[in-house]
């Protein structure tokens, strides 16, 4: 296998790791609630800290990697995440829960999610479309396998327990993948220039703003199902076991979303499919407002996590395509920063909304509508591009 391959394994296994981890806070849902006498609002920030800090700490992350490699401070990442898990299972209150699991966990994803996923592209030309799908669609595995072992933690010992060997576990086996991440250049330990634009220069380009853009108005669409569609089954009278696979039904959609983008980004380019994965999105969360119990539950799981699993594996392309090598990472930290916005306003805003209304219409109304804005600034971009030198590309 070459080197360029090892690298977007040691990828999936990475970002499946840290997503398992992170996405696994539905299944806490309840217990936290219980054990803190706490509303669905106070519960979703816990989770949507986590999301805000690793999104926005993310473009750190990705700077970090551009100067130190993306080995150490991945590897640095996995060791935050395991201590934030282990530490928010000692927690006496939900204060508590928000400084460990918040900040371990946010800062923990923030320093591996960007710099392994920066990684991946500098090593391809022709498949860096493919690649980058392969690389990401650990966050579909981590999503699909990770949680179920979480709820049969909780069901069998307790929260504290489960939490605590989640964390000490995505450590180890976290510090085994980040280990293989490494960019083209570090190999022979001879520097080697990068073509493309410095972060300066990005940041500067209208483009990049766009693409900004779209990561930050998706966020909402993107983030809010993951903490809440399992008390959401609940709330439908579904099974526990049923209840907490519908994540990992969005998981087993995000690995089909991420393998098949490669197909369809190369065939018909990567900015006609980042608007097509959006619209896909808004549709599927349509199916909220019927609800739809299991089995319309299942469909929504599995349609929303083919288009979370394409929007989400198209940005370090895009990247690529745009600003070339030289900063990648840096400048996908900056992108990726977006979606924080979206990830504590989603979760949170769904709560709060719940709490005052009594179900999620309004909050699935406002993501549709978030969804279709960033279908709007996907055209944006592609007349940017289209009217733009062809040097960056």
């Known amino acids: 296998m070459s080197q360029g391959w090892v690298v977007t394994v040691a990828s999936m296994l990475s970002l ?4 398992g981890t992170s996405y696994s806070f539905g299944a806490f849902f309840a217990a936290l609630s219980e054990s803190f006498q706490a509303k669905r609002a106070d519960i979703s920030l816990v989770f949507g800290l986590a999301g805000f800090l690793y999104f926005i ?12 490699g993306p080995r150490i401070v991945s590897s640095c990442g996995m060791v935050l995440l395991g201590l934030g898990a282990m530490a928010a299972s000692q927690a006496e209150t939900l204060q508590e829960i928000y400084w460990s699991y918040g900040l371990g966990i946010g800062f923990g994803v923030a320093l591996v999610y960007t ?4 990684a991946v592209p500098p090593w391809f030309t022709t498949k860096r479309s493919l690649a980058s799908g392969i690389a990401s669609a650990g966050i579909g595995l981590g999503t699909l396998l990770i949680p179920p072992l979480v709820s049969f933690g909780i069901a069998n010992f307790d929260w504290r327990a489960t939490m605590f060997y989640l964390g000490l576990g995505a450590m180890l086996l976290g510090l085994a993948a980040t280990s293989q991440i490494r960019m083209p250049q570090k190999i022979s330990g001879i520097p080697q220039s990068l073509d493309g634009l410095s972060l300066s220069q990005a940041i500067r380009s209208r ?5 900004f853009g779209i990561c930050t108005v998706a966020g909402p669409s993107l983030f809010f199902p993951f903490a809440h569609v399992i008390q959401f089954a609940r709330d439908q009278g579904v099974p526990e076991v049923q209840a907490v696979s519908t994540i990992g039904l969005i998981g087993i959609g995000s690995i089909a979303g991420r393998f098949l983008i490669g197909f369809f980004a190369d065939r018909y380019g990567r900015l006609v499919t980042m608007g097509a994965s959006n619209t896909m999105l808004a549709c599927s969360l349509l199916i909220w407002f019927i609800n739809p119990g299991w089995f319309g539950l ?9 288009a979370y699993g394409s929007v989400v594996a198209l940005f370090p392309p895009l990247c690529m395509d745009f600003f070339g090598a030289r900063a990648v990472t840096g400048i996908l930290g900056l992108v990726y920063s977006g979606a924080g916005i979206g990830n504590l306003l989603g979760p949170v805003g769904a709560g709060a909304l719940f709490d005052h209304y009594g179900n999620y219409h309004v909050a699935v109304a406002i993501s549709v509508f978030c969804a279709l804005i960033a279908v709007l600034f996907c055209y944006l971009l592609a007349q940017w591009k289209r009217h733009s030198q062809p040097a960056m590309y």
Not at 57 to 68: H, L, P, Q, S, W
Not at 298 to 306: E, P, Y
């Open 115 to 118: 710099p392994v996923m920066g």
């Open 207 to 211: 483009g990049f703003w766009l693409l």
């Open 16 to 19: 499946g790791i840290i997503f």
């Open 298 to 306: 299942a469909a929504f799981a599995l349609w929303f996590g083919l």
């Open 57 to 68: 700490a993310g473009a750190g992350g990705g700077i970090a990697a551009v100067r130190y």
